[in-house]
């Protein structure tokens, strides 16, 4: 079965502190995929990132960085210098051949920046 | 590119009406679509799997008399939710995925959502 875990339900931060998002997942699967999204208040799904399994490489964009651990089953993701703009909920996703290739999501972490 | 369109963007309904949710695929083809349900402060949640020419596959759980889904078109996915209760209030959300080769991630483009709620 697939499964992600994102066990930080709500983390708060001042303006211009890094912050990291932890995200585990679980899979049989060798070849898997994994993605961040971000939902604002507005609901919309705004895709971050994408990462296939046999991809380790982290990755930076801008404020945002991404560390892709297979040996811990972890995605994590990390933003720098936060800011309000920043303050949203993220999802981690997979999908994998075992489950028919669906996105499951784990349960999101609640940003909140404050100035 | 990959854009997905909803429509409505949000509707207010009578408890007892039917509400008909369209997911519309707007520069991509797209054989396959899913539609979720994301309660307030919750997670997304599959509902079903929508192939373009076939029945939808439904989650375990979801009664399929009461979300009609159909695929007519390889742009076109509608959810109907029938004799909606205020208890069907929620946010829903559909992705559409790439048809062919090219979309070697698996990757799914997700609509704008459309919010329901039923008095």
């Known amino acids: 079965a697939q499964k992600v875990t994102q066990a930080q339900t709500e983390i708060s931060v001042v303006e211009k502190e890094d912050v990291t998002l932890d995200c585990v997942y679980e899979?049989?699967?060798?070849?898997?995929?994994l993605f961040w999204y971000k939902q604002p208040p507005s609901g919309e799904l705004v895709f971050l990132i994408r990462?296939?399994?046999?991809?380790?490489q982290n990755e930076i964009s801008g404020r945002y960085s991404w560390n892709f651990q297979k040996s811990t089953s972890s995605f994590n993701f990390t933003i720098t210098a936060s800011q309000v703009v920043d303050s949203a909920v993220y999802f981690c996703?997979?999908?994998?051949?075992?489950?028919?290739?669906?996105?499951?999501f784990g349960t999101g972490t609640r940003l909140l920046v404050s100035p | 590119g990959a854009v997905v369109s909803q429509h409505p963007s949000w509707v207010i309904c009578k408890s007892g009406t039917s509400v008909k949710i369209e997911c519309r695929s707007l520069?991509?083809?797209?054989?396959?679509m899913f539609w979720y349900r994301q309660f307030p402060k919750q997670s997304l949640m599959l509902m079903a799997t929508?192939?373009?020419?076939?029945?939808?596959?439904?989650e375990q759980g979801v009664e399929k008399d009461k979300f009609l889904i159909n695929h007519a078109s390889l742009t076109l996915s509608t959810l109907t939710v029938t004799s909606a209760h205020p208890e069907d209030s929620s946010f829903y959300i559909c992705?559409?995925?790439?048809?062919?080769?090219?979309?070697?991630?698996?990757?799914?483009?997700f609509g704008p959502g459309t919010r329901l709620t039923v008095l």
């Open positions: 990462r296939n399994s046999f991809d380790e």
């Open positions: 520069d991509f083809q797209a054989t396959t």
């Open positions: 899979t049989r699967d060798t070849t898997y995929y």
């Open positions: 992705s559409a995925r790439l048809a062919g080769v090219f979309n070697s991630y698996n990757e799914q483009f």
């Open positions: 929508s192939n373009e020419g076939s029945k939808a596959t439904y």
């Open positions: 996703a997979l999908s994998a051949r075992g489950g028919f290739q669906k996105l499951v």
